[in-house]
């Protein structure tokens, strides 16, 4: 022992940097100053304690106070030097009680050394108690300041909105949500809900609540936030001062902004709001979807109207006890269904009929509130003010009659989009351009500008919008005083009669769709009518022979779905006619000669009709953009006469085949080149009997690899030209080629899929996976279906794939596959699939592997998984398969289905996986499941499981805590 402390003496003395006498002249030095040591210690600490005292004295003075952050960070650091100073007088008490020795000088001299240090840290200590920057300060800013709102929790079609901007706050990527929708859409209520949320509470040290007015200022934003956080500013601190001081302020803290009525876009940076790594996060509202986009938001999220259930119950709760009364009941539903699901509408309507106790003044007050806004109702017109201003807000008057133009179609009613726009072009409202593509390309501009302001919505297929009920008739109340645009719409009324000959005679565009017409006037004074639209008047067969003398300025026509079986000779008076809709008038057996005096016809759509043949006089339309017709009653013997070659201006063309028709090869043969020779192609929708007609019009083409050439191509025997996954994109002119009853590959297929974007292979014969097309020449899918194809036993060959394969597919549908055993055989290259939302498998029986090894880890964007009728499925993420799997795996997924999988065990190995966005659960007939992958802090986002309830009890449980949260989101069927 002795010889070890002579080797650590010698190891100190080295690091001492002296010699070892040297070393121990120190030690001795300190030994001797033992007792020093301990006084001068004990004296600096009784003046630190002293100070310390004096501190806290203050603050007990100043209870209403808090204590600033320096003050209570020297309090703790003198308690810790307060417990280490005691165990040294503990040390010091005991080298004290022990005779005096040599032996005991080591022991000594360590410890007098670790006095004076003490003594040293505690001066220091005192020093920094004289707190330069107070003592106390002005409390924090509560944690939350409750806002007193609704609740919304019972109202699911509002309070969704809520649980969505929730799951993006738990998001660490995500830092700016912005909540967008029109006006009365509820997203005040929202905001206000969000703040008072008690997750929310929980998720941040503070919560600040701002409402950005139309007159914002950066000043103002500015001084609503010092206030919030009980900042002092000194006099005359401009803006750039007032920003580094809430910086500062706000850089320690985890916080939420919550920004209501954002107006315009504004920098954050330049407020104050500092970009910290510490998961903050900030949420604005705004009537505008691009005012999102220009403050940087990571998600957006769309205010949706209320459910029918919900609105009802809204309404309900504000009007209170007079709903008590039943023969009120069916009123209060129709007086509901006026205010379109609008929060704010139900809210003013409801203070109105609150003051109303008998059914006599409910059923008044029902006409009145259906007469508005062309009568005034208390309470409403700040309402309808308020969307005029919005109206007049629109940069444009293209805009502004395009919106205008909405109001022809019913409320709530899908409005097919490309529809929409040839009517927009054929009245003149996209600036006068001349080629159809450029002229789509404007009106897709304008609707994302009326959707941007909620003035338009998209309906759940998103090649369709629509327009509400309270909107359209504000549309209705701004043309009626406009002589220019006065419009007459009366759709889905179920009229029988034309409405009053003045009703026609003052209106510029006249909407009398789906009713039940069955004649017309002989003549009509309509001299500024523009656009007529008469389609789905199932019951009106005959055009009196003069009905269109005074129309000269008419130019859309619409009698699609009519009963009529011909047309009359004053339609040659309609020579300023852009667009004529003919379809599904199945009586309709011919076109007039007269057809040539339409000199300005740009869209002629003869869809299943009757008419046999095509009249040479279409060729002499040189202003035809766009022909859509069938060949189901053309005669089988050159039904079109070289007609379709000579229209040397068409850019759009739909031809319908029959595919029970049996064309001869000559026919199809002809038809083909005809189309072929067409130079100004930008859209072409086709079927072709055979692969030989696709290969005669790609070798004869100039135009088919055409950037500016969108495709519908049919191949082989199809019952539609239409791609039912089509509508899963934004915009319907895309790429597509479906390929049906054939077998085996052909070069000119794969050549038509390097440029294809949407593929469906039906009833396919021969192949064994989509890559025996080629993988490389499947690169620019964005979405494929397989169905029917017996031989397919993998969708994708891994094994003969490039680098990178599939890279920009997003939805994959696999329906009615007998043979297939898994999605991706062999290795998966990085990058693949990345882009991939949706996958959904469908009645595939001998499928027992989804995610092959390696799969998995390439779906981090995949939303939607289905799997359905797959009998051999045991294990949606298969273990063996994905033996290293990341806990974050799937991290986009937002709902799962799985139906009738008997065998299935198991969704995943085990409840690792933190599901992070899983919203929907939907489980039926799967009986071999009696576990979910669920805990108590996993799956935070999910907010439904449909599923059935004598299912539900067979299941296995970690805890009973998991069940009761899993519960509470069942929907049992």
């Known amino acids: 022992m002795v010889e070890a402390a002579a080797s650590a003496i010698a190891v100190e003395a080295y690091k001492d940097g002296r010699g070892i006498f040297g070393y121990l002249s120190k030690k001795v030095d300190y030994a001797d100053d033992f007792k020093v040591n301990f006084e001068k210690m004990t004296d600096q600490a009784k003046m630190l304690y002293a100070r310390r005292d004096d501190v806290e004295a203050e603050i007990n003075k100043n209870k209403m106070k808090r204590v600033t952050k320096e003050c209570g960070a020297w309090i703790n650091r003198v308690k810790v030097a307060e417990q280490e100073v005691l165990k040294l007088e503990s040390k010091y008490k005991k080298e004290i009680a022990h005779a005096w020795r040599y032996a005991r000088l080591w022991s000594r001299a360590n410890l007098s050394r670790h006095m004076a240090n003490k003594r040293e840290e505690l001066r220091v200590l005192l020093e920094e108690g004289k707190l330069d920057n107070g003592v106390v300060a002005d409390k924090s800013p509560e944690h939350v300041r409750v806002i007193d709102t609704c609740r919304i929790e019972d109202k699911p079609s509002l309070n969704w909105a809520v649980e969505e901007i929730l799951g993006n706050l738990r998001e660490r990527k995500i830092k700016r949500v912005g909540l967008w929708g029109m006006v009365g859409t509820g997203k005040t209520t929202v905001m206000q809900n969000l703040n008072n949320n008690k997750e929310v509470k929980k998720m941040f040290d503070i919560v600040i609540w701002v409402s950005v007015s139309k007159a914002w200022s950066i000043e103002k934003v500015q001084d609503a936030i010092t206030q919030r956080l009980k900042l002092r500013l ?55 979807r691009d005012v999102c986009y220009d403050m940087d938001a990571d998600e957006l999220v769309n205010m949706k109207r209320l459910s029918d259930a919900d609105a009802y119950k809204m309404f309900e709760e504000k009007v209170g006890r007079n709903m008590k009364n039943p023969s009120i009941i069916p009123v209060a539903q129709l007086v509901v269904r006026e205010c379109a699901g609008l929060p704010l509408l139900i809210d003013k309507v409801a203070r109105v009929f609150r003051k109303k106790d008998n059914i006599h003044l409910w059923r008044d007050g029902l006409k009145s509130l259906q007469r508005w806004p062309s009568i005034k109702i208390q309470g409403m017109d700040e309402v309808l003010e308020f969307l005029k201003f919005c109206y007049e807000e629109l940069d444009g008057e293209d805009k502004k009659v395009c919106f205008l133009y909405g109001a022809l179609f019913p409320e709530d009613r899908d ?18 351009i001349d080629e159809f593509q450029d002229a789509r390309d404007r009106g897709h501009n304008i609707l994302h500008d009326l959707i941007n302001v909620s003035f338009l919505e998209r309906s759940a297929m998103k090649t369709h919008v629509r327009m509400n009920k309270v909107l359209r008739n504000m549309a209705l109340k701004i043309s009626s005083g406009d002589s220019d645009h006065k419009i007459l719409a009366r759709p889905c009324e179920g009229l029988k009669e034309l409405p009053k000959e003045e009703e026609w005679t003052s209106a510029s565009r006249i909407s009398l769709m789906d009713n039940d017409l069955c004649s017309l006037a002989a003549t009509s004074n309509c001299t500024n009518l ?52 003919l379809n599904s008038c199945k009586g309709l057996i011919e076109l007039p000669s007269s057809l040539e005096a339409l000199v300005h016809l740009e869209v002629l759509d003869i869809r299943r009709t009757g008419i046999i043949s095509l009249p040479i006089q279409v060729g002499s339309l040189t202003h035809m953009r766009c022909l859509r017709m069938s060949l189901s009653n053309f005669g089988t013997e050159n039904p079109m006469s070289k007609v379709i070659s000579s229209i040397s201006s068409l850019e759009e063309l739909m031809i319908d085949v029959d595919p029970n028709t049996l ?66 994109f934004e915009y319907q002119l895309c790429k597509c080629l479906k390929y049906a009853n054939d077998e085996g590959t052909h070069p000119v297929i794969s050549e038509v899929l390097t440029e294809t974007e949407v593929f469906e292979l039906i009833d396919h014969k021969n192949i064994q996976s989509l890559s025996d097309f080629g993988t490389e020449n499947l690169s620019k899918l964005r979405a494929c279906s397989v169905e029917g194809c017996k031989d397919i036993i993998c969708i994708i060959d891994g094994n003969v794939a490039p680098p990178c394969a599939f890279e920009w597919l997003e939805r994959m549908v696999i329906n009615n596959a007998p043979s297939l055993h898994c999605i991706w055989e062999g290795p998966v290259p990085m990058g693949s699939l990345g882009q991939m939302t949706s996958l959904t498998l469908y009645n595939c029986p001998k499928l027992k592997k989804i995610f092959s090894n390696g799969l998995i880890e390439q779906l981090s964007e995949l939303k939607h998984l289905s799997v359905e009728k797959c009998h051999e499925i045991e294990e949606i993420i298969i273990e063996s398969e994905n033996p290293c799997l990341d806990p974050g795996t799937l991290p986009s997924l937002k709902k799962l289905v799985v139906h009738d999988l008997p065998k299935l065990r198991s969704i995943a190995p085990n409840d690792l996986l933190i599901w992070p966005s899983l919203e929907r659960l ?52």
């Open 922 to 973: 939907d489980i039926a007939s799967c009986p071999s499941l009696l576990k979910l992958p669920f805990t108590g802090i996993n799956a935070i986002n999910l907010r439904s499981i449909d599923a059935e309830q004598s299912w539900w009890p067979t299941l296995v449980w970690q805890d009973d805590a998991i069940e009761e949260r899993l519960r509470s989101f069942c929907s049992f069927i």
């Open 530 to 581: 523009s656009t007529l639209l008469l389609q789905r008047n199932k019951n009106l067969m005959m055009i009196p022979e003069s009905f269109f003398l005074s129309m000269q300025r008419l130019r859309v026509l619409d009698l699609h779905a009519t009963a009529i079986t011909s047309l009359p000779p004053s339609l040659c008076c309609l020579t300023h006619l852009r667009a004529l809709y």
């Open 415 to 432: 409005i097919f989009v490309d529809y929409l726009m040839e009517c927009w072009k054929a009245e003149g409202f996209l600036n006068s």
């Open 234 to 288: 000194e006099g005359g601190a401009n803006a750039v001062e007032t920003a580094q001081l809430i910086s500062n302020e706000l850089g320690g803290m985890r916080y939420l902004l919550l920004l209501d009525e954002v107006c315009n876009p504004f920098d954050l940076h330049e407020i104050g709001i500092p970009n910290n790594d510490n998961d903050s996060k900030v949420v604005f509202a705004s009537r505008f």
């Open 663 to 728: 064309w001869s090869d000559r026919v199809m043969r002809t038809i083909t080149e005809e189309v072929s020779t067409l130079t100004r192609l930008t859209s072409l929708t086709f079927s072709f009997p055979k692969v030989e007609c696709l290969e005669i019009f790609v070798r004869s083409s100039p135009l088919w690899k055409d950037l500016r050439l969108t495709f519908q191509f049919s191949v082989g025997i199809c019952n539609s030209v239409k791609d039912h996954i089509l509508d899963y």
